[in-house]
């Protein structure tokens, strides 16, 4: 079940900082990690292989990929992880050495790891969990973001936070209010946004946002739809047109 990182080019970067965004609750990771790829116009570093992981090549613009693989920015110092497939629970410790390990190769000065939580009212806030009291300042000077006191997370980010904090190495993970069952834009656009703040990187949300305003009317009209179709079978139950049975 062995893990392996494997580099197609070996920039020289200065300190980068690294980005994890691997699936989960709304896929805010996988969303976020590839849009800002994208925008910064990131180059393939490398891919990660295991015997576990699912037989499969993603397919973006015409080119076959593997579905968990690695990208670089020069311009940015930034290095990003993301994986396309939810990672199988027996590798995930491994995963997390590997690029725990990565890290410190690299001279990576920072993970940032991005996911999703839970809505707990308005989809407003950004939640944050750190391993050093100086990230821990810095996360609370930024209005958008509420530090966790108490709680878990699981998978490669857990296994990050809890092997950074023993070591005193700086890990966060940045978690956007999602909701269950489908993929959420706006998430992904929210932690972007904070991500956009603490590295002062310059690029723009706008086309998350305008996919989750179109998700939004979708998913309201399929609401509407499903309630207008309970309604007209209540009245059908309560003795309008065929009854309750049907003859």
Do not use: C
């Not at 990672?87 to 000065?109: C, G, H, M, Q, T």
């Amino acid at each position: 079940m062995a893990v392996e990182i494997h580099l197609v080019a070996k920039p020289k970067l200065k300190n980068p900082v690294l980005i994890e965004g691997f699936p989960g609750l709304g896929l805010v990771g996988t969303i976020s990690a590839s849009y800002l790829v994208e925008k910064l116009k990131m180059e393939l570093l490398g891919y990660i292989t295991s015997e576990v992981f699912p037989p499969l090549a993603a397919v973006h613009n015409h080119r076959p990929l593997y579905p968990a693989r690695m990208y670089y920015s020069k311009k940015h110092d930034l290095v990003v992880f993301i994986s396309e497939f939810v990672v199988p629970i027996a590798v995930v410790n491994e995963l997390a050495e590997k690029i725990y390990d990565f890290s410190r190769k690299w001279k990576v000065r920072r993970i940032v790891s991005l996911g999703g939580i839970t809505i707990k009212g308005e989809q407003d806030e950004v939640y944050a969990i750190s391993t050093l009291p100086e990230a821990d300042r810095e996360l609370e000077r930024l209005k958008t973001v509420k530090l966790i006191k108490e709680g878990a997370t699981t998978g490669v980010t857990g296994v990050l936070l809890a092997r950074g904090a023993i070591d005193g190495y700086p890990v966060i993970s940045l978690l956007a209010e999602s909701r269950e069952g489908y993929m959420d834009p706006k998430a992904a656009a929210m932690v972007l946004e904070v991500v956009k703040e603490m590295l002062k990187i310059g690029f723009d949300t706008s086309a998350l946002e305008n996919e989750a305003r179109l998700i939004d009317g979708k998913l309201k009209d399929a609401i509407d739809r499903a309630k207008a179709a309970h309604g007209e079978y209540r009245r059908v139950q309560d003795g309008g047109g065929l009854g309750p049975m049907y003859g």
